[in-house]
């Protein structure tokens, strides 16, 4: 199945480049035909004949011809700003357990649902190896943060250390993929952010996130935030291309893929409900940033209220990952 749809997309593309460029040079024949045939009419009313009627017909026709050429270019570029006709190089699964089903009962066991995401290798080449590394069991190998030797308390210094000490016995044996992390923060038709790494990995430095291109953000399409303050973590976007929504997330995020199979599962997670302890931002009155780009140790560890805003109200885990 997700053969198929890559090859209609490649065939869709391709009978829209070729309809394009048809359309395109008979513009540009019909544009010199009419501009010589012009021409011809007024040089016969003012009864003279035209210094060489071959060479501007010659020069109306690449005139015409370099117009076309140019709409061409400009169509074939807008049409390439859209993920849909990315190409799509490799395919990742990610299964879910704990999603909610609106179908069941109150007391139902929670399923297991599997998205199939396909990635744009060669549009993000950088993030997509990346993400690559973090389904698989050997993960994306990265070294311990700097130990923070700056805690008040000596209960917090303590345990910093022993986070530190552990993160140091797997340095080199173990690398960070996505067994038991999170699905951290939810924002219906907006967002959903989903990787948050946790217990052996937290005390692992986050990869950079580097790549420009200028595909877009609509429906499925799965981001990652560039730099490196989102964590682990990549973005599914539930929402409608050119919304305000979809805006910040083309400034801040790269796009690395789009979902194939399971928008039914992305539409629960939207739907689910999630923490809305107030519409004041507790983190810009304390005098923190306005906003989260990745969980912090505070929001892990069951921090101050702000921490745990639009968090869903059940846990979401990523159980099973793996390429295709």
């Not at 011809?40 to 071959?54: A, F, G, K, M, Y």
């Not at 797997?170 to 989903?194: C, H, P």
Request: include cysteine; charged fraction near 20%; proline fraction near 3%.
């Amino acid at each position: 199945q997700t053969i198929t749809i890559i090859m209609m997309m490649v065939i869709n593309r391709l009978l829209l480049l070729l309809s394009i460029t048809t359309t395109s040079v008979s513009w540009a024949f019909n544009i010199a035909s009419s501009s010589s045939h012009s021409k011809q009419l007024i040089s016969n009313n003012n009864d003279r004949v035209p210094e060489s009627s071959t060479v501007h017909n010659r020069r109306e026709f690449f005139g015409s011809l370099l117009a076309a050429s140019t709409i061409l270019t400009s169509s074939v570029a807008l049409a390439a700003d859209g993920a849909s006709d990315a190409a799509i190089t490799d395919t990742i699964y990610i299964e879910f357990k704990g999603i909610a089903n609106t179908n069941a009962a109150a007391d139902a066991v929670p399923t297991k649902d599997r998205i199939v995401i396909g990635l744009f290798g060669n549009d993000a080449p950088q993030p997509v190896s990346v993400l690559k590394q973090l389904v698989t069991k050997e993960g994306y190998r990265s070294k311990c943060k700097e130990l923070d030797t700056t805690r008040l308390l000596q209960k917090e210094q303590l345990e910093a250390n022993k986070v530190y000490n552990a993160c140091l016995e797997n340095e080199d044996t173990a690398g960070v993929n996505y067994d038991y992390s999170s699905v951290w923060r939810i924002v219906k038709d907006e967002r959903i952010d989903v990787g948050a790494v946790s217990g052996k990995f937290v005390a692992r430095e986050n990869p950079l996130f580097d790549a420009k291109n200028n595909l877009s953000h609509d429906y499925g399409v799965v981001s990652v935030r560039r730099g490196d303050d989102g964590g682990y973590g990549f973005t599914i976007f539930p929402g409608k291309k050119g919304s305000s929504a979809a805006s910040v997330l083309d400034e801040d995020n790269i796009v690395v893929g789009r979902v194939l199979e399971g928008m039914d599962v992305v539409e629960r997670l939207n739907d689910m409900p999630v923490v809305k302890s107030s519409s004041l931002n507790y983190m810009a009155l304390t005098g923190g940033a306005k906003g989260t780009v990745a969980p912090s140790r505070a929001c892990r560890y069951g921090g101050p209220m702000y921490c745990n805003e639009n968090k869903p109200l059940r846990k979401v885990l990523i159980e099973s990952t793996g390429t295709l």
